[in-house]
């Protein structure tokens, strides 16, 4: 890669950063395509993510990428929301527009691409079990409510926190959203999930219960109501095939981890930095190269 004064610059802020695999993926996309684009990681500690997004003015950087510990406050420092970050209260990607900011969170529409291609479900046809209410589980539900995804079950351990996610749901879209009690553990079907369970046709875990080095937990929930009807997504990416995967997998539930979502979510970030369609497989294969480096 040769840097000249015409480069255009983008990144990502994040606090740490360095296991990004966001600039490799990017990286490898604007080298197929012989663009005179750099990905560059910035660690922005807590304190500094104000002064930062400012930095993509004064540094005339073409936008960013957010991640932890940074998506919500994001959304409160940019000019202009997309509906996705204004609803999920969080931002993932920054636009820079002659100076105009504008956030937006490819989260959770990354999620249903990356779905909707690896298993083939229908969004708009069954209900969704939801793990977690946390900013990964914000933006799943906003892009599963705003797809017409007809209703969810939200379950978390602490029970304000999914009441909250189901209010945002219910009174902003068409989508029915339902707390579900969290299970301790394992009940054959009691606190809502024999019914919800018996609708829901997709299964999301946002938690990073069974993320390395704690690749032993997972979420209690009552697999003995699984089957094969359901498909489960993890979000997890590290490791690529979790202990709560493999449990769902012997329930007969088809099962898929996060970096389709990571994949995606990052397309949609290239597709809105430079206007252009990002060689995806390309983008693929280097994710992939990260995570066997591991």
Not at 99 to 120: A, I
Not at 149 to 168: H, K, Q, S, W, Y
Request: hydrophobic share 45%; glycine share 12%.
């Amino acid at each position: 890669m040769e840097i000249s004064g015409k480069t255009s610059v983008c990144g990502i802020f994040g606090y740490p950063v360095e296991h990004s695999f966001s600039p490799a993926m990017h990286n490898a996309a604007f080298k197929e395509m012989s663009l005179d684009w750099a990905y560059v990681p910035f660690a922005v500690k807590p304190g500094g993510l104000a002064g930062a997004v400012r930095s993509i003015r004064n540094l005339n950087l073409t936008g960013v990428n957010v991640t932890v510990p940074h998506k919500q406050a994001a959304a409160g420092l940019v000019d202009r929301l997309s509906p996705a970050a204004r609803l999920s209260g969080a931002v993932n990607t920054i636009v820079n527009r002659g100076g105009v900011l504008t956030g937006h969170n490819t989260d959770g529409l990354g999620f249903v691409r990356s779905l909707e291609e690896e298993s083939g479900a229908e969004i708009n046809s069954v209900p969704a079990v939801i793990i977690g209410a946390g900013g990964a589980a914000r933006a799943v539900a906003v892009a599963l409510a705003l797809n017409g995804a007809p209703a969810m079950f939200i379950v978390n351990r602490t029970a304000e926190r999914a009441a909250g996610l189901c209010e945002l749901i219910n009174n902003n879209t068409g989508c029915r959203a339902s707390v579900l009690g969290w299970p301790e553990p394992y009940p054959p079907g009691g606190d809502g999930w024999a019914e919800a369970l018996g609708s829901a046709g997709l299964v999301v875990q946002t938690t990073s219960m069974g993320m390395h080095p704690n690749t032993g937990q997972f979420p209690p929930v009552p697999f003995n109501l699984l089957n094969k009807g359901h498909v489960v997504v993890d979000l997890i990416y590290n490791p690529g095939r979790t202990a709560f995967m493999n449990m769902c997998e012997a329930a007969g539930c088809r099962v898929y981890n996060g970096i389709g979502m990571l994949l995606h979510q990052g397309v949609m970030a290239f597709e809105l930095w430079t206007g252009r369609t990002p060689p995806v497989d390309v983008m693929r294969a280097a994710l992939y190269r990260c995570l066997e480096a591991r």
